[in-house]
């Protein structure tokens, strides 16, 4: 299955303050007869100097958006739609495509990692995609935190504000299943119920209604739209208005 031909325009020349902007990217993959649809039309930009980290669970789309940026999929079995225009990335590069750059590493040599990326940014001026599972490692490089589910951008904003008020029950839901400070001895990690979608058959409504304990019934038959709350872009029917409260109900 032959793929278009995404555009080459860099993202400077749309716009000066620009070093990556997707619209609309949806990729699929032929895998004998099913479908596997890995990214969903999703929208991005980033600008100069700024650092968008990308967060979700194994599967969200995550690498599968770097490796189209890179145009590394096979145009035999991927159909690609959407535009993606980026910023020179090689010789004296405005963009930085890092992927899962920290993951198995021991504390001492993240720390490293990530102070070699802060000091590379500071010096060339690099605005970074920063993917990782990791969302400790998120939270010390990026200046914005997108979080992706079944191919979708399902929350973006300010790193700290999405830490401080994730609106989304599915970002909720990682920052709670993370180790923290807090857990007392023999005390269990909240865990996300249920797994993800089959990227091949996914459902009508909001992908994640089925493992969400906020869902009602237009969640499952709706796809929501993008909401703006609080400065932060959020695709959810009944967003969180307050972490405490969600904390209560869990």
């Known amino acids: 299955m032959n793929g278009p031909i995404l555009p080459k325009s860099s993202a400077e020349a749309t716009d000066p303050s620009l070093r990556l902007s997707i619209k609309q990217l949806k990729v699929r993959f032929q895998a004998g007869a099913r479908q596997i649809h890995a990214v969903n039309?999703?929208?991005?930009?980033?600008?100069?100097?700024?650092?968008?980290?990308?967060?979700?669970?194994?599967?969200?789309?995550?690498?599968?958006?770097l490796r189209s940026i890179l145009r590394l999929h096979s145009p035999r079995s991927t159909?690609?739609?959407?535009s993606i225009r980026v910023g020179a990335m090689s010789?004296?590069?405005?963009?930085?495509l890092a992927d899962e750059p920290t993951t198995a590493l021991d504390a001492?040599?993240?720390?490293q990692i990530l102070l070699l990326l802060r000091e590379l940014q500071a010096a060339m001026n690099l605005s970074i995609v920063f993917v990782t599972h990791?969302?400790?490692?998120?939270?010390?490089?990026?200046?914005?935190?997108?979080v992706m589910y079944a191919g979708r951008i399902v929350e973006q904003g300010a790193a700290k504000q999405i830490m401080r008020s994730p609106k989304h029950p599915y970002t909720f839901a990682l920052l709670m299943s993370?180790?923290?400070?807090?857990l007392?001895?023999?005390?269990?990690?909240?865990?996300?119920?249920?797994s993800p979608p089959d990227l091949a058959r996914l459902p009508q409504g909001c992908a994640f209604a089925e493992r969400c304990d906020r869902?009602?019934?237009?969640?499952?038959?709706?796809?929501?739209?993008?909401?703006?709350?609080?400065?932060?872009?959020?695709?959810?029917?009944?967003?969180?208005?307050?972490?405490?409260?969600?904390?209560?109900a869990k």
């Open 108 to 111: 001492t040599v993240q720390i």
């Open 184 to 194: 007392t001895k023999g005390e269990r990690l909240p865990a996300i119920a249920g």
């Open 41 to 65: 039309g999703l929208d991005l930009s980033l600008g100069a100097g700024k650092t968008l980290a990308l967060i979700g669970e194994s599967g969200s789309g995550k690498s599968v958006t």
């Open 215 to 248: 869902r009602k019934e237009v969640c499952l038959s709706t796809q929501p739209d993008i909401q703006q709350r609080s400065g932060q872009a959020v695709r959810c029917h009944f967003p969180i208005e307050s972490v405490q409260e969600a904390a209560k």
């Open 79 to 82: 159909l690609i739609e959407g």
């Open 178 to 182: 993370r180790a923290h400070g807090s």
């Open 134 to 146: 990791d969302i400790g490692a998120a939270i010390e490089v990026a200046d914005e935190i997108a």
């Open 91 to 96: 010789c004296n590069p405005s963009l930085l």
